[in-house]
């Protein structure tokens, strides 16, 4: 009996599972992306910008053109350090705050729809198999080919 491959499994639930966060933001105002910057700035888990594209898993360009797109929305304000004219610094506006609260509101109910038909050891396992494969592929990744 063949067995669907886990990578086609993964690709597939993925795109349902992105797609319908992506209309569920899109609904409140937002968008994935959007929702993926507001959260970092708002966290305040990230030094520079490149360390935040990196968590996200976008290049340094497409997170420029995002936080562009927020600023000129009036969601983020941006400036660069006095000290060091290379760093620069975002932070949430008023409006800013209140659309990463409304999105927050979005992204929990969305994750307990998701967990709705697991039990909490099953999300718990599938949450450490997910990072095991991840992990499996990024050390593969980054171990030359011999």
Excluded: Y
């Amino acid at each position: 009996m063949a067995r669907t491959p886990l990578g086609l499994q993964l690709t597939r639930t993925s795109r349902v599972i992105s797609q319908e966060f992506d209309r569920v933001m899109a609904e409140a105002g937002g968008s994935a992306a959007a929702w993926q910057v507001l959260l970092l700035v708002r966290s305040k888990q990230w030094g520079q910008q490149s360390e935040m594209a990196q968590a996200m898993g976008v290049t340094g360009a497409t997170l420029t053109h995002h936080l562009n797109a927020l600023a000129r929305q009036g969601l983020v304000r941006r400036w660069r350090e006095d000290s060091n004219r290379r760093v620069q610094r975002v932070e949430l506006t008023d409006d800013g705050i209140a659309l990463f609260d409304r999105l927050r509101a979005v992204a929990m109910r969305h994750d307990r729809r998701l967990r709705s038909h697991l039990t909490d050891d099953e999300a718990e396992q599938l949450g450490a198999l997910l990072e095991k494969l991840r992990a499996g592929v990024e050390d593969e990744a980054a171990t030359p080919a011999a």
